[in-house]
């Protein structure tokens, strides 16, 4: 099962919007609405923020919000603050009843 | 309060054996699905195994099937993971997770992480 794809970086000032897209198959990503976003701090475990592509678990931020086109995923971050500098994981079912995570998204609050 | 704790890792020989052990409170274990996953330091999450509330349903990663068993106790609040013929490649981070429902399908609440190092 090969790594969903999400680019290695990105980076925002605070206040603004940021997206990290993350693409997969129809195996994954495209095959099934359960979609999962993770952050994680140096050091940290990873903690979810978005699943079911869209939906927050409880005490995360409305300025994190999923969303989802195909076989590509997107996690949008709005009102960018300097405590959300993190990694940041996509992750889906798979076909074959597996979970597959991205490469991880560093975001850089500049 | 959800905890989860992992212990059993450590410093292993490569082909030797470990299993790892995550200890759960704060919830009742048995509704919810739990996975392993594992992280190489400084590098990126690999789902390892997952298995749902009943046992019913266990799935492993292609690099670990096999080699690696998951086995829960619902009377026990457990979770464990039994790593056979250890690479290198195995060593890691090892994280317990409990999943949103009772199907192994999104990672809601994570233990801090058991270091296996596999190193002759």
């Excluded at chain 1, 409305?62 to 995923?73: E, H, I, L, P, V």
């Excluded at chain 2, 989860?4 to 704060?26: D, H, I, K, M, Y």
């Excluded at chain 2, 086995?71 to 195995?90: F, G, I, P, T, V």
Aim: charge should be neutral; aromatic fraction near 10%; include cysteine.
């Amino acid at each position: 099962q090969s790594a969903l794809t999400q680019p290695a970086s990105v980076s925002g000032s605070p206040g603004q919007s940021i997206t990290i897209s993350c693409t997969g198959t129809s195996s994954d990503v495209g095959g099934y609405d359960y979609v999962s976003w993770y952050q994680q701090h140096p050091g940290k475990a990873p903690k979810l923020m978005v699943y079911d592509v869209s939906i927050r678990p409880s005490g995360v931020s409305n300025r994190f919000s999923g969303s989802k086109s195909g076989a590509t995923a997107s996690l949008t971050i709005s009102g960018l603050q300097a405590e959300d500098e993190a990694d940041y994981y996509c992750g889906s079912y798979t076909s074959r009843s597996t979970v597959v995570f991205g490469g991880g998204t560093k975001l850089t609050v500049l | 309060e959800v905890q989860l704790v992992e212990s059993g890792g450590g410093l292993v020989q490569p082909g030797r054996s470990l299993r790892l052990s995550c200890a759960a409170t704060g919830f009742t274990f048995g509704d919810y699905a739990m996975h392993w996953v594992r992280q190489a330091p400084g590098k990126g999450l690999e789902w390892v195994s997952g298995i749902n509330w009943n046992s019913g349903n266990i799935n492993y990663a292609d690099s670990v099937r096999g080699r690696f068993t998951i086995s829960r106790d619902n009377a026990k609040n457990s979770l464990y993971l039994q790593m056979n013929s250890l690479k290198a490649e195995d060593s890691a981070f090892y994280y317990c997770s409990r999943d949103v429902g009772t199907i192994a399908r999104n990672l809601e609440k994570w233990g801090q992480g058991t270091l296996v190092t596999v190193s002759s």
